[in-house]
């Protein structure tokens, strides 16, 4: 079982400045995104990456007992999770309001999933669009909290930068996580930002045995243009290859296509990351 783990929304609570002078320029960037609707990215079906290559980490997918959006997979399911031998954990870095999140806190073979976002408006929307899932917002335990938290069945998140998680007070007792699901968050990344970025994710991979499950974007024109940020598959291949704790990167691997993707100027390709 994993340690208790807080989640988190609050608006009226700006997480603490980050080490990063231009934190708050970026997270107002992504905030006027959300407060004007402008959320392209969004999907309002569970990836294809999660249905076609989930298995690679894990995470089964059963398309027959699941309906075609894949939302609850475990709900139909008549697997008993309680015989489950697999139970993990599964950290969704800068999750928005993902259907995926819904997907993991379902699934049988998930203890827990943690989501955490800059941006509170998507935490708080998740929450009231599944209700099934009974998040919560907690109260504030002391004035310098670095997250907002908000806690429901299997599933946590927390509203703050990313780059703090391994560092706040309230992570200190976190278990690492078998599996990371990066779809939207790595793209997202300035890319002057990305070899912290990688520190991070380091240090909440579980070793030996932890994977991540990346869905990248490569565009086709504009290949300096993001966010979205392009990646060729040079591009993850040096980017992990480099990192102390990655011992393999398999891909691009064959999955289905992503019906959101704009064929016209970029294409969604998949790679599963192992750590040493």
Known sequence: SGAVLSIGWAKERRPPPSSFSDYDQKLEFWDHRWESGNTNWHRDWVNPALQSLGHLVGLP???E?????GEEASCSS????SNTEQQLRVFVPLCGKSRDL????THPYVSHVLGIDGIAKPLQLFAEEHEHLQLQRLPSEHDNEQFGKWQGNKIELWNGNVFDITKSPESQAMETFDVIYDRASLVAIDPALRQS?????????????GKILLVVVERVKDLLEGPPFSFSQEAVQELYGQQSWVKSVSGPLAGEPDPGDDLSKWVSKYYVIEAK
């Open 61 to 63: 997918y059963d398309t």
């Open 65 to 69: 007992e699941n309906g075609s959006n």
């Open 78 to 81: 008549s697997r008993d999770n």
């Open 102 to 105: 819904v997907y993991f806190a």
């Open 197 to 209: 970025y990688m520190d991070t994710m380091g240090r909440l991979i579980r070793p030996h045995t």
